[in-house]
């Protein structure tokens, strides 16, 4: 089992290839629109890291990603940066909550909002946070207002799903889990299971994790269709 999994997470000789000759890569290569580009640059950055190069083109094909990398490799952008620009391209006419982001805790859910944020400065896409600790009614107006997308922790989220009339996931187009193994570690498997029932089949889905376990395996197979599997094992 050890080596079937080793054998399974190992990447493939023509990715390792792919990152070299994609060394060079800039984020204009990603032929990302204007705004999302400018902020980038104001944001400080100039490379994408070599997740990023290898994510972004994917996720925006509308692929499910299996993403297994370390703390630090630059996965936040990887997942925000083309959910930002296709979102760009929804109707405009009724407003929906297209995005959904679950992150493990109330502080990572606010370091991603805090990018989101950032990252969608020149455009008018919406975000609402949902973790513990803010308070339910305030979070409950702004679901009403249906946000483009919603960053939020399992608990949380349920409480809301639950208890606050016209708030559903019917409209969700992009599921991400981030930081997988520490939402199952912290012991909100069945929370995910529910969350992941209540979005519609048709969504694309996105998992990150620092590592890959059996729990992963399952999780991956029971919300992911297809995925790629990238795997990145060294830092930027
Ligand atoms: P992870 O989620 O993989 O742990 P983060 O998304 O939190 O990583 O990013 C880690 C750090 O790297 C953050 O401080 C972020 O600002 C920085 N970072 C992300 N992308 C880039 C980039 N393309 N160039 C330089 N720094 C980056
Ligand atoms: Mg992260």
């Known amino acids: 089992n050890e080596k079937r999994k080793a054998e399974f997470f190992a990447p493939a ?4 290839e792919k990152e070299d000759a994609t060394s060079t890569e800039t984020f204009t290569n990603f032929r990302l629109s204007r705004p999302i580009l400018k902020a980038i640059s104001d944001m400080g950055y100039t490379k994408p890291t070599p997740i990023q190069t290898r994510s ?5 094909q509308a ?17 925000l940066v083309p959910i930002i620009e296709r979102l760009l391209f929804r109707p405009k006419d009724t407003p929906t909550t297209r995005v959904l982001i679950l992150v493990p805790t109330r502080e990572l859910g606010v370091q991603c909002h805090s990018v989101a944020l950032k990252l969608s400065k020149f455009t008018d896409i919406s975000w609402s946070l949902c973790v513990g600790g803010l308070s339910t009614k305030v979070q409950e ?7 483009d997308g919603v ?13 606050s009339q016209g708030f559903s996931l019917d409209g969700i187009e992009i599921l991400v889990i981030d930081e997988a193994d520490r939402i199952l570690e912290d012991g909100f498997a069945d929370e995910l299971d529910e969350i992941i029932k209540s979005t519609p089949k048709s969504r694309q889905s996105m998992l990150f994790s620092a590592t890959m376990t059996d729990k992963i395996e399952d999780l991956t197979k029971l919300s992911l ?12």
């Open 13 to 16: 000789p023509e990715m390792q």
């Open 151 to 163: 960053i939020a922790t399992p608990g949380r989220l349920i409480d809301h799903i639950r208890n």
């Open 63 to 79: 692929h499910d990603l299996c993403v297994s990398a370390q703390t630090g490799s630059g996965k936040t952008l990887a997942f």
């Open 225 to 236: 269709n297809r995925p790629i599997r990238l795997f990145v094992n060294k830092a930027t």
């Open 141 to 147: 107006l702004e679901l009403r207002q249906r946000p």
């Open 56 to 60: 972004i083109p994917l996720s925006l």
